[in-house]
């Protein structure tokens, strides 16, 4: 047995069955984690103003106004450590980043009935960030996803899982998760024209 | 859906060929003589040592919506360089009538959401909705780069008789054999290895004293070639966040 390790483990080296990628892998994993959470803050930083000038032509529209106050408040006080995040906080994250995109969505939808607010220049270039920023909280999440599902290749298919059970035991990281809700959002989103 | 453009697999980059120029214009919006003055003015400007923007037209979307084909693309052609991140891509669809300027991560400063959000909807959309598509994407390439770095003034650093680009036209097929090929003898080296693990496990249980065996191809991806020869219009490794603006007309 002992001689097998001797072949083996050189073996493992010259060809980095994984040494090298693991590690690699479960940096980028954390990485792309950090850039979602990212992006999410960048829409959070963009809300107060846009409930402002909502505010200014909309004042009748508090319910909506104030869904997207506390939605926004609940999202920002969950913070993730993406080195350390469990599960359950990662779940939790994406639930109420979820829920404040509902709530943004009715708020646009609202909009939509008030003309001199549409046509406020203040109005439009805050649409236009918060469209740019929503296109890269997609394209961050998708990335993460994709570096999820490497790590997860790597440490499940041989041979590099060979390397994982012997140095490193990672376990299977969980996918990202959207759920119906969102899903059914994402499929049908408002559009916003001028 | 992609017709024409050809992906290629090389050493560090990943670059993509359109046919080693910056226009493609598979929508056909562009007349002759914008063309040619927009393939020469932006290969000029990145041989300068400005940003590298790429102007794509696609007849459709393939029912995809126009965000995901543009970081799609970018992802595969990594314009600008590797930590410089100065490429832009300027996408537009026929049939859906949809444009987009999706801005690589060393210009967001300048290129804001809103800058490009802008430039599509005062500068190109009111020339789109009266079919002037050939002006509008030249003004709008335009207005890219110079909002992209205004101090450096790219364009009026340019000669005013611009001679035509003839670009560098990359044989795809012939890139797509090698490729093969090379993937194809790294896939085997795989099981030479799988097989001589087996070989030493039954030689060690014979104690034999394990043999230390050396060297080997490295890798599952048997490696890629270098870049393309001078005079086409690559990427080098730069990043895209997804920021930029997309409209319509």
């Known amino acids: 047995m002992k001689n097998l390790i001797f072949v083996l483990i050189p073996l493992m080296l010259l060809t980095g069955c994984g040494i090298q990628s693991i590690p690699q892998a479960m940096n980028q994993v954390e990485a792309d984690l950090a850039e979602v959470t990212n992006q999410y803050k960048r829409r959070a930083d963009l809300i107060p103003n846009l409930v402002n000038t909502v505010k200014g032509y909309a004042s009748h529209e508090k319910d909506t106004l104030e869904a997207v106050i506390s939605a926004r408040a609940k999202a920002t006080s969950t913070t993730i450590d993406p080195s350390k995040v469990t599960p359950q906080q990662l779940e939790a994250f994406a639930q109420h980043q979820s829920e404040l995109s509902s709530a943004l969505g009715r708020l646009m939808v609202v909009t939509e009935k008030y003309p001199d607010l549409k046509a406020d220049q203040n109005f439009r270039d805050l649409q236009a960030q918060l469209e740019g920023t929503e296109n890269r909280i997609t394209v961050s999440r998708k990335r993460y996803i994709d570096t999820i599902k490497s790590f997860n290749d790597l440490v499940t298919v041989f041979p590099t899982s060979l390397t994982n059970t012997l140095m490193f035991k990672y376990a299977k990281l969980p996918q990202w998760s959207v759920d119906e809700a969102e899903k059914a959002k994402i499929q049908s989103a408002p559009e916003v024209k001028f | ?249």
Do not use: C
């Open chain 2, 1 to 249: 859906m992609f017709s024409g453009l050809v992906f290629a697999n090389s050493e560090a980059e990943n670059s993509f060929y359109i046919n080693g120029r910056p226009v493609f214009d598979a929508a056909g919006f562009l007349d002759q003589g914008t063309e040619e003055q927009l393939n020469s003015v932006l290969q000029q400007v990145w041989q300068k040592g400005g940003p590298q923007l790429m102007i794509i037209t696609l007849a459709d979307l393939g029912g995809k919506s126009i965000e995901e084909v543009s970081i799609s693309i970018a992802d595969k052609v990594k314009l600008g360089k590797k930590r410089d991140d100065r490429g832009v891509i300027l996408l537009m669809s026929k049939a859906e009538k949809k444009v987009r300027i999706e801005v690589g991560d060393g210009l967001e400063g300048t290129l804001t959401d809103l800058a490009t959000k802008r430039i599509i909807d005062y500068v190109m959309v009111p020339q789109f909705k009266q079919g002037n598509f050939s002006e509008g994407i030249r003004q709008g390439a335009f207005a890219i780069i110079t909002q992209a770095e205004p101090e450096k003034k790219w364009l009026e650093q340019l000669d005013p008789n611009l001679q035509n680009y003839s670009g560098a036209l990359v044989p795809g097929t012939l890139e797509n054999f090698i490729f093969t090929l090379l993937f194809g003898l790294g896939f085997i080296s795989v099981f030479v290895w799988i097989f001589l693990i087996f070989l030493f496990i039954k030689l060690s249980s014979l104690n034999r004293g394990g043999r230390y065996y050396s060297g080997g191809s490295g890798g599952y991806y048997g490696g890629g070639w270098g870049g393309s020869s001078g005079g086409g219009y690559s990427g080098g490794g730069g990043g895209f966040s997804g920021g930029g603006a997309s409209g319509d007309w």
